[in-house]
C-alpha cells in the first residue's frame, strides 16, 4: 500500500489557483512534520512548504512566501497545499513527504502545469 497519494495537480492559467490534497494510508503523518516538495525534470527536488506537528508553525521557500498555504488535517490524515497567484515557473510534479523526508514514502506525485 503507497503510504501517500498526491493529487489535485492540473493544468491552470498564470495567477490562477489549484489545491493539492495528500492523503496518507495511515496515521503516519500525526507525529511528524510533513512538507511538499517539487521537482522538475532540470531541477533537483525542493522543499516548497512545511508544516509543524499539529499544524501551529509553517515555513516556505522564498519563492512562494505570500502566496502558498500548507495545513494539515490530522484527523482525516491529510496535508494540503493550497497554491494561489500560480506562476509558470511554479510548473512542476509535487510531492508530499514527512520533514525530512523518508525514501519509501515518495508517492507518484501530482502534476501542475501553469501555462497559458
Do not use: H
Amino acid at each position: 500500500q503507497v503510504p501517500l497519494v498526491e493529487s489535485g495537480g492540473g493544468l491552470v492559467q498564470p495567477g490562477g489557483s489549484l489545491r493539492l490534497s495528500c492523503a496518507a494510508s495511515d496515521r503516519i503523518f500525526r507525529y511528524a512534520y510533513v512538507a511538499w516538495y517539487r521537482q522538475t525534470p532540470e531541477n533537483q527536488r525542493e522543499m516548497v512548504a512545511r508544516v509543524s506537528i499539529g499544524g501551529g508553525s509553517t515555513n516556505y521557500t522564498d519563492s512562494v512566501k505570500g502566496r502558498f498555504t500548507i495545513s494539515r488535517n490530522d484527523a482525516r490524515n491529510t496535508v494540503y497545499l493550497q497554491m494561489n497567484s500560480l506562476k509558470p515557473e511554479d510548473t512542476a510534479t509535487y510531492y508530499c513527504n514527512l520533514y525530512p523526508p523518508r525514501l519509501t514514502y515518495w508517492g507518484k506525485g501530482t502534476l501542475v502545469t501553469v501555462s497559458s
